[in-house]
């Protein structure tokens, strides 16, 4: 009886073990950024301080430049693929950030300002 009773326990323990190790696999990949939250993440890094935070523009610099508004009718009229090639080749005053993000980051990048349209 003893036995079983300690087989029960050790089952029921290796259940607990392979329930947590799932769980650690499904909080692990939904920590995993997607590409919106990539492109937001470099969109602050490398984009807000002359787009601002929304994409509007609103800012010291973006007035400065000129800036069109990231939501704005005109912009979001744009190809996915004029998109890219701003970002990726620089445009007036823009730098472009082929070279230094990735085509990746950049094609994230074009995902994150879709989400700006108003």
């Keep these: 009886m003893k036995a079983r009773i300690n ?34 993440d470099t969109f602050k890094a490398k984009c807000a301080m002359c787009h601002g935070a929304d994409g509007t523009g609103n800012t010291p610099a973006g007035k400065n430049f000129k800036v069109r508004d990231l939501g704005s009718t005109d912009v979001q009229a744009q190809s996915d693929s004029d998109l890219l090639a701003i970002i990726s080749n620089g445009k007036n005053k823009m730098p472009g950030y082929q070279k230094t993000l990735g085509a990746d980051a950049c094609n994230d990048l074009v995902k994150f300002v879709r989400t700006l349209k108003h």
Excluded: D, Q, W
Aim: proline residues 6%; charged residues 10%.
């Design 7 to 40: 087989i029960t326990k050790l089952a029921i323990t290796g259940m607990a073990i392979v329930g947590l190790g799932v769980a650690g696999l499904s909080t692990r990949s939904l920590a995993t950024p997607t590409p919106f939250e990539g492109g937001a």
